[in-house]
């Protein structure tokens, strides 16, 4: 038996079995049921009503291990105003800074590659106890 036999055999035994495997009926049965499917969850999606909620704080915090060029360091906070602001601010900074050439070559964190001012050149306050 050829390849080819032996496809058309498959495909005939899987017709007589389960009859909705037929390739025309098939696509026309997915594409219904998908359409039904969509149709209620927009339905249901419009159907929500969710409750206006206030934001719970007005910045965000980070906990910070800063370290001067002597050796000494302290722990503290970092705040930032928003963290969206925050984030874009900071990959703007990084952005114009490596364009500049700032950073050393290789595979750093963004801190450990352009210095720990970045932190507070891209928006956020350190606070230290």
Do not use: N
Request: net charge positive; hydrophobic share 45%; glycine share 10%.
């Amino acid at each position: 038996m050829s390849r080819s036999d032996a496809a058309a055999t498959r495909r005939q035994a899987t017709k007589s079995v389960w009859p909705f495997a037929s390739a025309h009926w098939s696509k026309a049965f997915w594409k219904t049921t998908m359409a039904i499917w969509a149709t209620r969850c927009v339905r249901q999606l419009a159907g929500l009503r969710i409750k206006a909620a206030s934001r719970p704080r007005r910045h965000s915090w980070g906990h910070a291990v800063i370290t001067w060029p002597d050796g000494t360091s302290r722990e503290g906070w970092l705040r930032a105003d928003d963290g969206m602001d925050y984030t874009a601010g900071a990959a703007a900074e990084i952005a114009a800074r490596l364009a500049r050439g700032e950073g050393k070559p290789g595979a750093y964190t963004p801190a450990a590659a352009l210095g720990p001012d970045l932190a507070a050149a891209a928006g956020g306050t350190f606070i230290l106890p």
